[in-house]
């Protein structure tokens, strides 16, 4: 997906699209199949010769001193669909009692989700500063089918759609079977309002908010049987630090910062925390075979594990805030004059002034391996810089009409007044 496409309609009940780039040279996010994804890894998991899975074993205690776990062992399925779910016991056999399992282990990872059970094990040992908040935002999805004609996708698959509504909005987001998988994000009491009456209440709803919805891309009636079949869901935010006790355990992922999904960054914030602790634990030599012994590596390891959440918890509660900040962007900025005008002040002087290491927020974030808390310090020094020449645009100089600038000399003269201000 290039870019945002914004769906509203204008005073004269026309309908429009307007398309927002996401990076001025084009650049482009991908749309990834979470569960395509999940197998794929597990199919690679399975094939390398030091690694075996085990399914429907739950956590119900450890000792990090003594390095000891405690499993239940469950015959019937289990099925975990997102981060914001609860596990859900499929098969609902009360007859299939656990068997405790006994492990020891050496180091303990935990990537178990916002619910993570490692996480909550770990608290008992380790002072853990934690923080939990719940946006009063639910979700709920719906599908855009492909055309009944011909197949193909209903509307352009190479943007990210957005319905912003201020308050709240609709996305649809592209499948590789040609159907768009869509969300609605509102505060709770829209969800309640609706849901009282969703016959009465859900069609108005979409007609005044989503101009070009329903019935164009999703029929009435299964806009009201989506809506009311499909859970409507919470969103969570957390925060906590240290990730690590001693040696012995350290938690990744959303067990350590499960963040709201406005950004796109939640799985990339986990691959990139797998990243970041193995080139740490790599850094202090953590598996060094010329290190024999077991007492040396264990205190090589827990420094590597304070330095990892040294340098993983800012970055993490960044991405966290910048996650909640982007939803109001999506939801309500991006229709915003002021908006538009920095994003396109900001995307001028990186084209045409590289050297001076102007990116937009959206840039660095998604097509850049900068730190999150460094984006988050470096976007922050760019806004006080443009509001600053902004001021000094309208204060003194009466606009660029009075200057007499053409379109072409007006990066170069931006260039010079962002160097002055910058010093």
């Known amino acids: 997906m290039h870019?945002?496409?914004?769906?509203?309609?204008?005073?004269?009940?026309?309908?429009?699209?307007?398309?927002q780039e996401y990076d001025a040279y084009g650049r482009h996010i991908q749309a990834v199949d979470r569960a395509?994804?999940?197998?794929?890894?597990?199919?690679?998991?399975?094939?390398?010769p030091n690694v075996a899975l085990h399914f429907n074993h739950k956590l119900t205690g450890a000792d990090f001193n003594k390095r000891t776990a405690w499993f239940?062992?469950?015959?019937?399925?289990?099925?975990?669909?997102?981060?914001?779910?609860?596990?859900?016991?499929?098969?609902?056999?009360?007859?299939?009692?656990?068997?405790?399992?006994?492990v020891s282990f050496d180091l303990l990872i935990g990537a178990d989700g916002a619910h993570s059970a490692v996480r909550y094990h770990m608290m008992k040992y380790a002072r853990v500063t934690y923080q939990q908040e719940y946006i009063d935002t639910l979700w709920c999805e719906f599908q855009i089918k492909p055309k009944a004609s011909d197949s193909a996708f209903a509307i352009d698959?190479?943007?990210?759609?957005?319905?912003?509504?201020?308050?709240?909005?609709?996305?649809?987001?592209?499948?590789?079977?040609?159907?768009?998988t869509c969300t609605l994000f509102a505060p709770s009491a829209h969800f309640a309002s609706i849901f009282e009456d969703p016959k009465k209440n859900l069609r108005p709803f979409f007609d005044?908010?989503?101009?070009?919805?329903?019935?164009?891309?999703?029929?009435?009636?299964?806009?009201?049987?989506?809506?009311?079949?499909?859970?409507?869901?919470p969103l969570i935010s957390i925060k906590c630090t240290p990730y690590h006790y001693q040696s012995s355990v350290v938690i990744l992922g959303d067990a350590a910062h499960a963040m709201v999904p406005f950004y796109g960054q939640g799985m990339n914030a986990g691959l990139e925390d797998v990243r970041v602790l193995f080139q740490t634990l790599d850094k202090h030599g953590v598996y060094d075979s010329a290190v024999p012994y077991f007492s040396a590596?264990?205190?090589?390891?827990?420094?590597?594990?304070?330095?990892?959440?040294?340098?993983?918890?800012?970055?993490?509660?960044?991405?966290?805030?910048?996650?909640?900040?982007?939803?109001?962007?999506?939801?309500s900025s991006v229709q915003s004059p002021l908006y538009k005008i920095r994003k396109w002040m900001e995307e001028t002087v990186n084209v045409y002034l590289p050297?001076?290491?102007?990116?937009?927020?959206?840039?660095?974030?998604?097509?850049?391996?900068?730190?999150?808390s460094e984006v988050e310090k470096a976007v922050q020094r760019q806004g006080r810089i443009l509001m600053a020449v902004f001021g000094m645009g309208?204060?003194?100089?009466?606009?660029?009409?009075?200057?007499?600038?053409?379109?072409?000399?007006?990066?170069?003269?931006?260039?010079?007044?962002l160097t002055q201000v910058a010093n």
């Open 3 to 19: 870019a945002r496409m914004i769906h509203g309609r204008r005073k004269n009940k026309e309908n429009f699209e307007e398309s």
């Open 36 to 48: 395509g994804l999940n197998k794929n890894l597990l199919d690679a998991l399975e094939k390398l």
């Open 72 to 102: 239940e062992h469950r015959k019937s399925n289990k099925k975990t669909d997102h981060a914001q779910h609860p596990t859900q016991d499929l098969a609902g056999n009360r007859e299939d009692r656990p068997v405790e399992i006994t």
């Open 157 to 180: 698959p190479n943007h990210l759609h957005i319905w912003p509504g201020g308050s709240f909005m609709f996305i649809a987001i592209p499948s590789l079977d040609k159907s768009f």
């Open 208 to 233: 005044q908010n989503f101009p070009g919805v329903c019935p164009e891309l999703i029929s009435p009636l299964d806009l009201e049987e989506q809506f009311c079949q499909n859970p409507h869901l």
């Open 297 to 331: 590596r264990d205190n090589t390891r827990e420094v590597a594990l304070d330095e990892y959440t040294a340098q993983r918890s800012p970055d993490a509660a960044a991405i966290n805030d910048l996650a909640l900040r982007n939803y109001e962007e999506m939801r």
């Open 355 to 372: 050297s001076l290491g102007w990116r937009t927020q959206y840039t660095r974030v998604s097509f850049e391996n900068q730190r999150y």
């Open 394 to 417: 309208l204060l003194g100089l009466g606009g660029f009409g009075v200057l007499g600038l053409s379109r072409g000399e007006f990066p170069r003269h931006l260039g010079r007044w």
